[in-house]
């Protein structure tokens, strides 16, 4: 039988979250070390890490340097998560790769896991692509996550932390922070979103530590201008949101609200490596930012109605989505179609869009840690008694039913979970 790479990895028998570096060390020591090849700039917090991790590769890039991406999770495809100067590794670089990584892991007496095998398998295809510079998204955490094998990186990003994984990260802002900043060591140097002051207390703590300088983003000195969706193409093409950062003028086609706030630690990070010797022209740096792609973050997939896939999975995610529901569609209520995993705080979720939409068509996301539409529905019920909650049996009755109650001159917004993307565009692209 041929060698599934994504079967091997993705085999429950290594899905656990054993915290610790010991295996994930062993296991690269057996491939030689290839994160030693390699440059990184290393991507921490909350919300934010993947939109980050997407302006920096798009300027890495345009600058002409052979840029990896490592993040998570994917999408559509599993090979996106691996990628080389914007290119998904290949089914063939794959299978090659992952069957290296199998030799050195099957022969470990403590058996990675999944996450450790994948960080393993995009290190070594990295350093086999001859990457000048890697793009690494934190799995969770920090201090123990796997990614955190790598050396000193050239740069740390730790982006707006919120109040997730609790029970395994702790109960505070604060708490969260000190993992979150497990990341940064001596040589390198840090960016932070402007944390809450328990959780920026952490990081100066952890950069105090590792004795390194450490750059808070400034918000005040970001101005961003509204969407104007009358532009829109037929296609569903936006016009890039304008935004100036400390008197610099820019474009994103990333058209959340908080997407500007996102590009400030991108371009805060970018003057870090410039002031390290990358060479960054002020034109890369432009176009890389006007033209950096993130699928699932308020991602407009149609017209006529407009529908717009986010993958907010959280009450923070859930926050910002509704503040740019109210700055882009001010006077429309969409049709929600919503789908979210049973141990999101989905309560909190729902109480930041519940007041805001038409009708909510309830799906069961396709994860064995799913929120079942039913119970989806009573949740939204007890928050808002009258809302028009109704629960759709798969994603196709989703769409279906979204798309007849908001009409073409409606709205539709589908969000609660990244790993209902891939079956919502899915059944969007039937719908067409």
Avoid at 60 to 89: D, H, M
Avoid at 110 to 128: G, I, K, S, W
Wanted: net charge negative; hydrophobic share 40%; aromatic share 6%.
């Amino acid at each position: 039988m041929e060698f599934d790479p994504v079967a091997y990895i993705n085999d429950p028998d290594w899905h656990t979250s054993v915290y610790g570096l010991d295996r994930i060390r062993e296991l690269v020591e057996g491939l030689g070390n290839p994160q030693k090849q390699l440059k990184f700039v290393h991507v921490g917090g909350t919300n934010g890490k993947g939109s980050v991790c997407a302006y920096l590769d798009s300027v890495l890039r345009k600058a002409g340097y052979t840029c990896g991406l490592f993040t998570s999770p994917y999408i559509e495809t599993f090979e996106e998560r691996i990628r080389v100067n914007g290119q998904n590794i290949s089914a063939d670089d794959l299978r090659d790769v992952t069957l290296a990584v199998r030799d050195v892991a099957e022969a470990m007496e403590d058996h990675p896991t999944e996450f450790e095998l994948m960080c393993a398998v995009a290190m070594l295809h990295f350093a086999r692509s001859g990457c000048d510079i890697v793009v690494a998204e934190v799995g969770l955490g920090g201090r123990w996550d796997a990614t955190n094998v790598i050396d000193a990186p050239e740069c740390c990003i730790i982006v707006r932390i919120g109040l997730v994984h609790t029970e395994l990260l702790g109960d505070t802002t604060g708490k969260i922070a000190s993992e979150k900043a497990g990341i940064i060591k001596p040589g390198t140097h840090v960016v932070s979103w402007p944390q809450d002051d328990d959780a920026l207390a952490s990081i100066r703590t952890a950069c105090k530590a590792a004795g390194v300088p450490l750059v808070v983003a400034d918000l005040d000195q970001l101005e961003q201008d509204p969407v104007d969706l009358d532009g829109a193409s037929a296609q569903g093409s936006l016009p890039a949101r304008h935004f100036a950062y400390k008197g610099e003028e820019f474009d994103t086609q990333l058209l959340a609200t908080y997407q500007p706030a996102n590009a400030t630690l991108a371009i805060e990070a970018l003057g870090v490596l410039r002031d390290r010797g990358w060479k960054i022209t002020d034109e890369a740096l432009h176009a890389g930012i006007a033209e950096a792609v993130w699928p699932g973050r308020f991602e407009v997939m149609g017209r006529d109605p407009l529908v717009i896939v986010d993958g907010g999975h959280n009450p923070q995610g859930a926050d910002v989505l509704a503040q740019t529901l109210r700055d882009v569609l001010p006077e429309t209520k969409p049709v929600f179609i919503v789908g979210i995993l049973g141990d999101k705080d989905y309560g909190a979720m729902l109480e930041r869009v519940v007041d805001l939409g038409e009708a909510f068509v309830c799906v069961t996301p396709p994860n064995p840690r799913a929120l079942s539409a039913e119970d989806l529905s009573h949740s939204l019920l007890a928050l808002k008694p009258d809302a028009n909650a109704i629960v759709a049996k798969d994603f196709d009755d989703a769409v279906s039913q979204a798309y007849q109650l908001a009409g073409q001159d409606g709205a539709i917004c589908a969000f609660g979970s990244l790993y209902s993307i891939h079956d919502l565009k899915a059944a969007l692209r039937a719908h067409e």
